[in-house]
């Protein structure tokens, strides 16, 4: 099939290239001349795990095609996604990507006299948003034309990005037009026995993705306001409590006598709070949409509330440990929100920093993807920015984990001495081996010691 791609950002381009190794033909368009520049020379704008390889066979099967300018793409296609992003700005979800996207395509529409073609928005909306603000605009734009219109959200983790869109738990097709229903089930089709696909209305399509995205950031907050609650008590290590709860039998299945542990256990894990660009945009993108139409959500509130204060309580534990944090040297492990990723949005370690810094500490910082992206990430001048873990933890009285890179897994008290005046450890995901550490330089979130 022919489809166009509108935006080129980390959901657009991750749909294309997928797509377009799918055996699709993908024409690309982003109003960022250089992205596109990026893209027709097989350079990847982010990193995604896997994504690089099959970029550079897609360009050059010429499954993936980066055009110069709207027309081209709807002159060459049936149909196209809208992947424009969707932030937040003053707490509210801000539509003007999509609302110029929108407009636009549109125009091109109308311009190559294209009837029936399919409008898809793969850009996260909130509810009501595809039929009282998209469908308006093409409904007058291409009053004299038949056109599809369709929500079909995405369900990508940066870091799996690539696993993710390949092997699917739902295709989500939100449309009142039987038409685009069965356009989007023939782009997918490669799955259709591979995966549920989940045929609903618009505003259905609309508030899943926001559900999705709720439910699991509720599971981090949940685990890390158990921490807090353990913390408190004497010989109480939450990680072990919710261990236990993961073995409960209404989340662990136990077939053939073999326990099939749930992927979600990997959201019930104490630490120093979610970041990216998805859960806190989204979680409050829909409180705001709730509060604007008098919907109480005390639940959706607590997710963000218990999330703002993580980055502070690893601060809080680095100090009760030194005393003081005046003068003292502290090692940042890990910038961006999660591994495998470049994304540095809503990091936690990005705002452990500044109260560190307002505290008086001397900050040297590490992250792996610093070797590949040396420019990725601008810091206060305070900050030292280093290549090397070697060189982060030099002279430190104090290292705090935010990242859960793999590299970091291999940290033991014989490697920190090398390097540390102090060789402390905040564990800040939870996922070292403790037993690799001297007794009394090994901490992390939800214990009590």
């Not at 980390?10 to 294309?16: D, I, K, N, R």
């Not at 703002?308 to 809080?316: D, G, T």
């Not at 961006?336 to 040297?364: C, H, Q, V, W």
């Not at 290292?399 to 402390?424: C, G, H, R, V, Y």
Request: aromatic share 8%; charged share 25%; net charge neutral.
């Amino acid at each position: 099939m022919k489809i166009g791609i509108i935006g080129v950002g980390y959901v657009g381009l991750t749909t294309a290239i997928c797509l377009a190794s799918m055996k699709h033909e993908i024409s690309i368009f982003d109003i960022n001349e250089e992205k596109i520049k990026q893209i027709r020379e097989k350079k990847l704008p982010f990193f995604e795990k896997g994504l690089q390889e099959i970029l550079e066979n897609v360009i050059s099967s010429k499954n993936l095609i980066p055009v110069k300018n709207l027309n081209e793409l709807v002159d060459n296609t049936e149909g196209c996604f809208i992947c424009v992003g969707t932030p937040t700005k003053s707490n509210s979800i801000d539509l003007t990507q999509i609302i110029n996207a929108v407009k636009s395509l549109a125009d091109s529409i109308k311009q190559n006299d294209k009837n029936d073609y399919k409008i898809i928005i793969r850009s996260t909306i909130i509810p009501n948003t595809a039929r009282n603000t998209i469908l308006p605009i093409l409904s007058d734009k291409l009053y004299e034309l038949k056109f599809g219109l369709s929500v079909v959200p995405e369900f990508l983790r940066e870091g799996n990005a690539l696993d993710d869109f390949m092997n699917p738990d739902k295709i989500v097709i939100g449309s009142s037009d039987e038409n685009s229903i069965i356009f989007v089930k023939k782009i997918f089709q490669n799955f259709k026995d591979r995966c549920e696909f989940i045929e609903t209305s618009l505003e259905s399509a609309e508030l899943i993705k926001y559900t999705n995205n709720a439910f699991f950031s509720m599971l981090i907050s949940f685990s890390n306001e158990i921490a807090n609650i353990s913390e408190k008590i004497p010989e109480v290590d939450s990680h072990e409590i919710l261990k236990a709860l993961v073995s409960d039998k209404r989340i662990t299945s136990i077939i053939n006598n073999e326990r099939i542990v749930p992927s979600l256990e990997s959201y019930l894990i104490p630490g120093c709070g979610f970041g990216g660009s998805c859960f806190p945009k989204d979680i409050q993108a829909i409180l705001d949409y709730a509060n604007k139409n008098k919907i109480k959500t005390p639940l959706l509130k607590a997710i963000l509330e218990i999330n703002a204060e993580r980055p502070n309580k690893m601060v809080i534990l680095s100090e009760s440990i030194l005393g003081t944090l005046k003068n003292k040297k502290v090692s940042i492990l890990g910038l961006t929100f999660k591994p495998e990723t470049d994304d540095l949005r809503s990091s936690p370690a990005l705002d452990a920093i500044e109260i560190l810094l307002e505290k008086g500490a001397n900050i040297s910082t590490f992250d792996p993807i610093l070797k590949s992206k040396p420019d990725l990430v601008k810091l206060p001048k305070e900050c030292k920015i280093c290549f090397r873990i070697e060189d982060a933890l030099r002279d430190s009285d104090v290292a705090m984990i935010f990242t859960k890179w793999s590299e970091f897994k291999s940290l033991d008290t014989k490697f920190l001495k090398q390097f540390m005046k102090n060789p402390i450890i905040i564990d800040g995901r939870g996922f070292l081996d403790k037993e690799k550490f001297d007794a009394g330089t090994y901490f992390k979130i939800g214990y009590s010691e």
